[in-house]
Antibody, heavy 119, light 110 residues
Framework: EVQLVESGGDLVQPGGSLRLSCAAS????????MHWVRQAPGKGLEWVSL????????SYADSVKGRFTISRDNTKNTLYLQMNNLRAEDTAVYYC????????????WGQGTLVTVSS | QSVLTQPPSVSAAPGQKVTISCSGS????????ISWYQHLPGTAPKLLIY???KRPSGIPDRISGSRSGTSATLGIIGLQTGDEADYYC???????????FGGGTKLTVL
């Protein structure tokens, strides 16, 4: 059974940093592209970042570019999101998601972890 | 840049049918595949439709997807109270090198 379990969400002050983790199991993590998607309170889903299977390519939403860094450790089956210079508008539930083998959808998602940026 | 526009809300009675539209603008929306997701806040979103009209294993055939040009439609027949959720369409934007979600549609089963 495919499982994605996020962790690391917390309350952090504006300008602070946080690292999220997503532990994957039940599939061959190293061959799949992975993503982070977030949902701010009362808002819709917003794509944040992707990383390819070998960690040789990444992409970011304009809203987080230069502040967030996605990475992965295929030996630990874990996806990460390093978030720096956090802003109040980064407050959201952050989900990790697996990109389908065909590359046209997100076929599995985690339950999410809450990041709150507030003083 | 792709923009996907969905109605904020739709509603229908149990047992009835509902459709949710996803209207796209931008060069990618006429080329790339649309996918649809069901989401109850605080839970993991679920893939309902991929490649415009394909259902993953385990998704019942009362849920369907269609595509016409730059627009897509999610259809649900035989509505159940358990279908109450938020529904999102999504597409990969070639120019942005980014995924784009529609704004989401809240389905209420009256």
């Amino acid at each position: 059974e495919v499982q994605l379990v996020e962790s690391g969400g917390d309350l952090v002050q504006p300008g602070g940093s946080l690292r999220l983790s997503c532990a994957a199991s039940g599939f061959t993590f190293s061959i799949y592209w992975m993503h982070w998607v977030r949902q701010a309170p009362g808002k819709g889903l917003e794509w944040v970042s992707l990383i390819n299977s070998l960690a040789s390519a990444t992409s970011y939403a304009d809203s987080v570019k230069g502040r967030f860094t996605i990475s992965r450790d295929n030996t630990k089956n874990t996806l990460y999101l390093q978030m720096n210079n956090l802003r109040a508008e980064d407050t959201a539930v952050y989900y990790c998601a697996r990109e389908s083998a065909g590359g046209t959808s997100f076929d599995y998602w985690g339950q999410g972890t809450l990041v709150t940026v507030s003083s | 840049q792709s923009v996907l526009t969905q109605p904020p809300s739709v509603s229908a009675a149990p047992g009835q049918k509902v459709t949710i539209s996803c209207s796209g603008s931008g060069s990618s929306t006429g080329i790339n595949y649309i996918s649809w997701y069901q989401h109850l806040p605080g839970t993991a979103p679920k893939l309902l439709i991929y490649d415009n009209n394909k259902r993953p294993s385990g998704i019942p055939d009362r849920i369907s997807g269609s595509r016409s040009g730059t627009s897509a439609t999610l259809g649900i027949i035989g509505l159940q109270t358990g279908d109450e959720a938020d529904y999102y369409c999504a597409i990969w934007d070639n120019n942005l090198s980014a995924w784009v979600f529609g704004g989401g549609t809240k389905l209420t089963v009256l």
